[in-house]
T-cell receptor
């Protein structure tokens, strides 16, 4: 049974950084890209980027370039997303979401549709 | 960036009736070399993460009931729920994955009339 379990809610001050974890189980962690998507309160969905857990390669949406870092620890099948220089408009639920299709070869590009998703982390950025 | 729009913003349909959600992209998401439309549909219930329903515009994800179907090509797409069930009350999003950043529509809320 595939599971993506994210760390808990966070409250942060503007200018701070936050690092979210996404612990996976039930599948081969290095075989599927991991994406991060956020959803501001009452708003739609916004793709932030992906990481290839096999190679560590990343691709970030231009909007987040320079502020986001996606990493992974293959020994514990966990992906991480760190967002720095937080602003109030970063308040959102942050989801990890697995690429739906196994990558073969492991260096091929992701399919870029997402299933399953983690349960989400709420970041509240407030002074 | 490719801008995705959806219509209507919300709709209410009687149980057992058809629900139709429309999605439009600002540029074609049809990739000519493989004749595939790079479009997916998701369902999000309150307090839950989104769930994938359809990819390649019309391919149902494993386990998704066959009352859900997707159609369209190029810039205009439709998600149809052929016979609405109570458990289908949710917000539905389309997403293009033709070119990054991969963008979503604003969502369509589907309720029971």
């Amino acid at each position: 049974h595939v599971q993506l379990v994210q760390s808990g809610a966070e409250v942060k001050k503007p200018g701070a950084s936050v690092k979210v974890s996404c612990k996976t189980s039930g599948y081969t962690f290095t075989g599927f890209y991991m994406h991060w998507v956020r959803q501001a309160p009452g708003q739609g969905l916004e793709w932030m980027g992906w990481i290839n857990p096999y190679s560590g390669g990343t691709n970030y949406a231009q909007k987040f370039q320079g502020r986001v870092a996606m990493t992974r620890d293959t020994s514990i099948s966990t992906a991480y997303m760190e967002l720095s220089r937080l602003r109030s408009d970063d308040t959102a639920v942050y989801y990890c979401a697995r690429d739906d299709i196994y990558q073969e070869p492991l260096t091929s590009l992701p399919k870029n549709w997402f299933d399953p998703w983690g349960q989400g982390n709420l970041f509240n950025v407030s002074s | 960036d490719i801008v995705m729009t959806q219509s209507p913003d919300s709709l209410a349909v009687s149980l057992g009736e058809r629900a139709t959600v429309n999605c439009k992209s600002s540029q074609s998401v049809l990739y000519s070399s493989n004749n595939k439309n790079y479009l997916a549909w998701y369902q999000q219930k309150p307090g839950q993460p989104p769930k994938l329903l359809i990819y390649w515009a019309s391919t149902r994800e494993l386990g998704v009931p066959d009352r859900f179907s997707g159609s369209g090509s190029g810039t205009d797409f439709t998600l149809t729920i052929s016979s609405l069930q109570a458990e289908d009350v949710a917000v539905y999003y389309c997403q293009q994955y033709n070119s990054p950043p991969f963008t979503f529509g604003p969502g369509t809320r589907v309720d029971i009339k």
